[in-house]
């Protein structure tokens, strides 16, 4: 497994441990183990996307624990933490307009004209926003559009 962001991760882990940053290390450990077993349970080597739709689940992942602990009102400190360092990783997020912009240039593609058609205006554009936005959002903003 060779992309650029698991290269940049693992020349981070070894400054991390020179450094003795405990949290940074650990975090990318468990990312690498993350990898690690999905090109054992998928029996193939990872590719760019792969690496950054697991560290996406990883991202909602620790998000979801960030909102339990608030709500048990306990301190979520150490999960920012590891979830601040996951979107280092990541790429940056879509603004709203960009990803509205790029749902309507799909519904015109598609020839979308009410909500029936979301399907096939999601199949063009959830490809192009891979990475960059959320699943979630790009639903509400081509629904909001096909209303």
Known sequence: ???PTTERMQTDLK????????????????LSAAF????????RELTEADVIR???KEAKRR????????QLGRDPSAE?????????????QMDETELEKLAREAIAEAGATSAKDM???????M?????????KAVNQVVRQLLS
């Open 80 to 92: 920012q933490a590891e979830l601040a360092i996951i979107n280092d990783y990541l790429p940056d």
């Open 119 to 125: 399907g096939n205006v999601m199949k063009i554009l």
């Open 63 to 70: 998000q979801e624990s960030i909102t339990e602990m608030e």
């Open 15 to 30: 400054e991390a441990m020179k450094a003795k940053d405990a949290m940074r290390r650990d975090t990318l450990r468990s």
């Open 1 to 3: 497994m060779s992309t």
């Open 54 to 56: 697991i560290l996406q």
């Open 36 to 43: 690690k077993q999905t090109e054992v349970d998928e029996q």
């Open 127 to 135: 490809p192009r926003v891979a990475g960059r936005a959320d699943g």
